[in-house]
């Protein structure tokens, strides 16, 4: 069994990157911009801007509190579109439902939006003409290419969740890859049927332990990318959960990853990678 721990992956591509970052000649600039004080989201916001430090990137870092408006969102994005030193913005999601998201999505320049989510980089990207993909999609696909002698080609794949984050654009990357794509969602009506026959599971939920032993065939590659912030009652300390029921599926599994330190860490350096693009054809 594999175990698909992010963290060799990470620490080679991040050395990859802070060479690139020396011989570039400037510091390619990522912006971020929390709404809110959603914990977990400030965990992420502040893991992202500490490993752009780490390569050598600059950081600029916006934090707006619950009162924040869409407009005063988007009149900061419109200052960091017309930042020469800035080239990727990055808005957390989600953003606290008064505020217009598709809006504020459709204010970053498409040539600074680093998650690649304005309708523009989608289109391009489902049309097989993008440089760049949506940062958690492109890290799981880093991990499943790292599983040795191991091909895509022709595996059923069953992606769980269809967010515009990780499920569509997941499907895509994988159908490129010329994998069958299942895209099943809160409304599939048996799940089990489908995870069954999976030779790829990709779960997406956000609720935790959703998969478990019973539900996989032997074999499965399992990749879990919930991340759900429960209270451990045994430690009475907050934990972060998967989708997966880890040690049921990992019996049956032929790779897994683990929650925490699996696919987490490889959004935050296909981030990375996104921002190191964007900063290139900005010259
Ligand atoms: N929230 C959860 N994942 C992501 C992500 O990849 N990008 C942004 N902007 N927000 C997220």
Not at 131 to 141: D, I, N, R
Request: proline share 6%; hydrophobic share 40%.
């Amino acid at each position: 069994m594999h175990l698909l721990n992010s963290k060799d992956i990470v620490e080679k591509i991040k050395l990859d990157i802070k060479k690139e970052c020396d011989e570039l000649g400037f510091k390619p600039g990522l912006a971020t911009v929390l709404v809110g004080s959603d914990p977990a989201s400030s965990v992420y916001v502040k893991s992202k801007i500490k490993t752009c430090k780490e390569v050598g990137f600059e950081s600029f870092d916006f934090n707006f509190d619950d009162t924040a408006t869409t407009a005063q969102i988007i009149n900061t994005i419109n200052q960091l579109n017309n930042n020469p030193l800035v080239h990727g913005i990055l808005v957390q999601f989600p953003l606290p439902s008064r505020i217009d998201s598709s809006a504020v999505i459709n204010s970053i320049s498409p040539n600074k939006d680093v998650d690649c989510f304005h309708p523009f980089n989608l289109g391009m990207f489902f049309s097989g003409q993008s440089s760049f993909a949506p940062c958690t999609p492109t890290g799981v696909m880093a991990l499943l290419k790292s599983i040795p002698n191991y091909s895509l080609e022709g595996k059923e794949a069953l992606i769980i969740g269809r967010s515009n984050l990780v499920g569509k654009p997941m499907a895509i990357l994988l159908m490129e890859e010329h994998a069958t794509v299942t895209l099943a969602h809160s409304r599939t009506k048996d799940l089990s049927v489908h995870s069954k026959k999976a030779d790829i599971i990709i779960a997406a939920t956000g609720i935790p332990n959703i998969i478990t032993g019973d539900m996989v065939r032997e074999g499965v590659v399992a990749i879990d990318v919930g991340i759900t912030r429960i209270l451990d009652p045994l430690t009475s300390k907050y934990k972060i959960q998967g989708d997966l029921d880890f040690n049921s599926v990992k019996d049956k599994a032929f790779a897994i990853t683990p929650v925490p330190g699996g696919v987490g860490p490889m959004t935050i350096v296909s981030l990375l990678l996104n921002t190191m693009t964007l900063a290139k054809q900005s010259k």
